[in-house]
């Protein structure tokens, strides 16, 4: 089945670790994005991709970093930084920026 | 970035035809208007998207107004599984880095009756 996965489901971490969360593809679609959600609120988009090799900032990348070293891979790291960690993150995906966009399970991390 | 404004909840029956409003007043000519729904706990799926015609699929229908400053998702008969929040996202268009960006507001929580 084509989609997009993401794993964990959940994550736990003591606070001042990093920590890397998987976002995979077999969509063979060229853009990804990265989004957070905190409760009761909408998504607000970390990092984004248009293509492989090169990724933007989105509103809120401080603390965090991205790689897109291959097309249907686009992985988060949630580094030390980031001063509230604690969130629903989301990975999602579209054949070309612009269109539609398809989204992972998501991933709930948990800093204690 | 243009904004939308949605209610903050709506209720239905099932099987009862569902409007959810949403104004985009500061929309410009070139902003795809989008909806999207997300159920507990899961990532949101993509509905439906219009730029200036009424448009219908499997899921919904959107009716846009002339003047682009408003428009409502249709859902002609809802029924439990369509609970979930429905957010309304402009959407830019044409080139650069912001090609393609959603920004997601709070939405509107559809909560459906039997």
């Known amino acids: 089945d084509g989609g997009i996965t993401q794993s964990p489901k959940y994550l736990f971490r003591k606070e001042g670790q990093n920590v890397t969360l998987s976002c995979e593809q077999n969509?063979?679609?060229?853009?990804m994005y990265w989004y957070r959600q905190d409760p009761g609120q909408g998504l607000r988009l970390i990092y984004y991709?248009?293509?492989?090799?090169?990724?933007q900032k989105g509103d809120i990348a401080e603390g965090y970093s991205v790689s897109r070293e291959k097309k249907e891979s686009f992985p988060l790291t949630v580094t030390s930084a980031q001063k509230n960690p604690t969130a629903f993150y989301l990975c999602?995906?579209?054949?070309?920026?612009?269109?539609?966009?398809?989204f992972g399970p998501g991933t709930r991390l948990t800093v204690l | 970035d243009a904004k939308t404004t949605q209610p903050n909840s709506m209720e239905s029956n099932e099987e009862e035809p569902v409007h959810l409003p949403c104004n985009h007043s500061?929309?410009?000519?070139?902003?795809?208007i989008h909806w999207y729904r997300q159920l507990p706990s899961q990532g949101p799926e993509y509905v439906i998207h219009?730029?200036?015609s009424n448009v219908n699929n499997r899921m919904a229908s959107l009716a846009i107004a002339e003047d682009r400053k408003s428009s409502t998702l249709i859902l002609h008969r809802a029924t439990l599984r369509d609970a979930a929040v429905y957010y309304c996202?402009?959407?830019?268009?044409?080139?650069?880095?912001?090609?393609?960006?959603?920004?997601f507001g709070q939405g509107t929580i559809l909560t459906v009756h039997p």
């Open positions: 219009g730029l200036t």
């Open positions: 969509l063979n679609h060229d853009a």
């Open positions: 991709s248009q293509i492989v090799n090169d990724f």
């Open positions: 999602a995906s579209s054949i070309s920026a612009g269109r539609e966009q398809f």
């Open positions: 996202i402009l959407r830019v268009i044409g080139g650069g880095t912001s090609y393609g960006k959603l920004t």
């Open positions: 500061t929309i410009s000519g070139t902003d795809y």
